[in-house]
């Protein structure tokens, strides 16, 4: 028997929508130093969410052994959930290979676009409908080195958010702590 094709997701009819943020390390290398996605798969099927912004997925290099870590979690999600999932990566520097950060979503997506940040990095965005209101989910992940750079990339990421069309929602790893300038500035137009 061969595997049973995924099957579009369900019309949802929960007013809640499940939003999953998480930085994968690299796309499954764990502190052990073993490289295991289905550990972070695991997770996610734990959460139930119903989109994902996921960060430091890599495509065709070292890290995620020259396979697309987009692709992989995708049908990860599919083989664990029985649904379809829908996927949209941007690397962090335009590339074609390398990391970036990942939205996967149970709705079909409207629309997609991504934009490229200051110091190699980059913000995705999926637009998918949920119960009639159209939502735009954002995954981005800042300069983990200087909080210039940081604030920096967080105002040209909100600059661009008012490009996209509301309910809006940013994920993201923003490598800095509650409290600080460049949170505070999310913080003046996002509701945390």
Excluded at 87 to 97: L, M, P, Q, S, Y
Excluded at 127 to 147: A, E, K, P
Aim: with cysteine.
């Amino acid at each position: 028997g061969g595997a049973t094709p995924a099957q579009p997701a369900p019309m949802l009819p929960a007013t809640t929508l499940r939003v999953l943020q998480y930085n994968t390390h690299h796309g499954g290398w764990g502190t052990d130093g073993v490289y295991d996605p289905n550990r972070i798969v695991d997770w996610i099927v734990k959460a139930n969410p119903d989109v994902i912004s996921l960060n430091e997925i890599e495509v065709g290099d070292g890290w995620s052994r020259y396979l697309d870590q987009s692709d992989l979690y995708k049908t990860l999600l599919e083989q664990r959930t029985g649904i379809a999932w829908y996927n949209v990566f941007v690397n962090a520097h335009g590339a074609t290979t390398g990391n970036g950060n990942l939205v996967l979503s149970r709705y079909p997506f409207i629309a997609t676009s991504s934009t490229l940040l200051s110091y190699g990095r980059a913000a995705v965005d999926a637009t998918i409908s949920v119960n009639g209101r159209t939502i735009n989910l954002t995954s981005t992940h800042m300069d983990n080195v200087s909080q210039s750079n940081r604030l920096k990339e967080t105002a040209e990421v909100l600059a661009w958010e008012t490009t996209l069309a509301e309910e809006r929602i940013i994920c993201g790893d923003w490598n800095a702590w509650p409290g600080t300038t460049e949170i505070q500035h999310v913080q003046a137009s996002y509701v945390e």
